[in-house]
């Protein structure tokens, strides 16, 4: 009996890891050393050492048995009243091993969720296995949850079932009913530029200096600290593109001393490459500690679907379709059942907000095309989604997330969103155009972007208004354009912008939403939780 018993070995993969990382220090040549993995080891030895000679029963199992770690964590994603995506992924190390990857591990996983923290009369998925050709990610869609709720989620993991490991715990909240009023905060982010952060922009001097850069981007802690109910990525979460060659070697010709990073001072243009991408980037600690607690909702846009300002019809190593597969095996964006889920969606979070996230790039026109009538970003059936679930929602706030921005201004040369001359102004223009039919400048309809690398907050000549997230990373960050400059898309001072950030910094935007009475608070602060602008809509 006691050898059929299932033998549990509860590891906090991510405290080891953190042991480790503190234990080696930071080596930015190489991120990772293989030293590194020696420490971790000894730690585990020495644990080992420990239980066993304090009498553990032999049915426990030795963790050298089971060469399986969760080196990403665990993450949450599209959380609604009544589901949610919970994902993570099976690897053969705890942390970025010499090549600066993460190897993945063959085995199983299932996710066992609850509504204590104790896990008493806790649920079970069922059993999954961890492939190379999934990436060795675990992920399925939990439902039938209860609304308002927080649950409790840790994946149960090994070579078997019979020799399993318990990750440590994480957690979300579902959404309330859809008549609720409670208050709701989130934030919103884009441009996570690892190579900027780690190895600078083609100049070591402009990487970051703080001697917690083994843990990542700082704005991830100050997130964590102000708790937001929930995380939107609005894009270029990754960076396939860079470094990128052409650029790195004109600045060894200059002789800057660019640092190729573990991709060799050259952009990523195979699957593996891709793949490598969000290993490195989702293995940072502040990224672990902040998806342990806050659930996360997804867009990809130009630089973590193929290149820069792209669209589906270039010749490119990178395909369309080999974009679109990585973005929807990487994330818990949908459901992996569902192989023709649509990956622009709606959420009425309660009684006073209701979130739309669309999909900026499946869809579009050749960037090159003539702007017109034949021109579309969104596509004629993500535009007739929009516009019925617009006209359906009752929410008081209705907000528009787009990878892209629709006003900006943005620079003059660039032609790839709705704010740029020659991009896509036809379709934006009718859209306003039918906002204003159906009343939406006095339904509180909001519109907020990633992409650009700076805040702002710009109101367009027809009465609507954006608000941009700027990059998180602050070497990804710049200063942009404004209204009447010459070489921004607004040349002749149009849009009017009570807010834009100068000097640069990495940051993020944040969302209030209060009942009695209801109101929006809108925020930017900078990467260290400095507070730079806000603005309330009641």
């Known amino acids: ?31 990772v050393n293989v030293s590194l993995r020696q420490i971790y080891r000894n730690l585990i030895q020495i644990l080992l050492i420990f239980l066993f000679g304090f009498g553990l029963k032999p049915g426990v199992c030795r963790a050298d048995k089971l060469p399986v770690f969760l080196g990403q964590g665990q993450m949450c994603g599209e959380v609604s009243r009544t589901s949610a995506i919970l994902q993570s992924r099976l690897t053969s190390t705890a942390t970025l091993d010499s090549t600066g990857d993460l190897p993945g591990a063959e085995g199983i996983g299932r996710f066992e969720l609850a509504t204590h923290r104790d896990f008493t009369n806790s649920l079970y998925t069922e059993w999954m ?59 919103v982010v884009t441009g996570m530029n690892h190579y900027y952060f780690h190895y600078g922009k083609y100049d070591p ?32 979460n990754v960076y396939f593109d860079v470094p990128r060659a052409k650029a790195y070697n004109r600045n060894i010709e200059q002789r800057k001393q660019p640092l190729p990073s573990s991709h060799g001072g050259q952009e990523v243009l195979t699957e593996m490459g891709m793949r490598k991408k969000y290993h490195e980037q989702f293995v940072q600690p502040r990224f672990i500690e902040l998806f342990a607690e806050v659930p996360t909702y997804w867009q990809k846009d130009d630089h973590d679907y193929r290149v820069n300002d792209c ?86 706030f209705k907000i528009l997330i787009s990878p892209t921005p629709m006003i900006g201004p943005d620079d ?61 990373v602050d070497a990804n960050s710049r200063v942009g354009r404004r209204p009447g400059d010459e070489k921004s898309s607004d040349p002749h001072s149009t849009i ?40 309330d809509k009641d």
């Open 412 to 472: 003059a040369t660039k032609r790839d969103n709705h704010a740029d001359i020659n991009g896509f102004r036809h379709e934006r223009d009718l859209f306003f155009a039918w906002l204003l039919e159906n009343g939406f400048l006095q339904k509180h309809f909001y519109i907020v972007c990633g992409d650009r690398h700076w805040q702002y907050h710009s109101i367009d000549p027809s009465g609507f208004e954006e608000f941009s997230c700027g990059a998180l």
């Open 311 to 396: 669209d589906p019809h270039i010749d490119f190593p990178i395909s369309h379709a080999l974009g679109v597969r990585n973005f929807r095996e990487q994330l818990p964006v949908v459901d992996p059942r569902d192989e023709n889920a649509e990956t622009y969606r709606t959420y009425q979070v309660n009684r006073l907000l209701q979130i739309w996230l669309v999909e900026g790039r499946d869809f579009r026109s050749a960037n090159a095309a003539p702007d017109g009538p034949e021109k579309m970003l969104w596509g004629e059936k993500q535009l007739a989604w929009l516009k019925e679930t617009l006209i359906q929602s009752t929410a008081t």
């Open 129 to 187: 296995h961890a492939t190379a050709d999934y990436d060795f990610i675990i992920k399925t869609k939990v439902t039938d949850l209860q609304p308002g709720t927080r649950y409790y989620y840790r994946l149960q993991y090994g070579k078997s079932e019979t020799a399993i490991r318990v990750a440590s715990t994480s957690t979300f909240r579902t959404h309330a009913e859809i008549d609720s009023a409670e208050e709701v905060s989130f934030v």
């Open 1 to 31: 009996m006691a050898e059929n018993r299932m033998n549990l070995l509860i590891l906090m993969d991510d405290e080891h890891r953190r042991d480790a990382l503190q234990a080696k220090g930071h080596k930015q040549d190489t991120l």
């Open 496 to 535: 009017v912008q009570p807010y834009f950030q100068e000097p640069a910094s990495g940051g993020f935007l944040k969302f209030i939403v209060k009942p009695d009475p209801p109101r929006l608070q809108f925020m930017f602060y900078d990467e260290n939780g400095v507070e730079l602008y806000r603005h």
């Open 205 to 236: 001097a402009t990487a970051y200096k703080g001697d917690d850069k083994y843990l990542g981007y700082p704005a991830l802690a100050t997130i964590r600290k102000i708790r937001p109910d929930f995380f939107v990525g609005t894009g270029d």
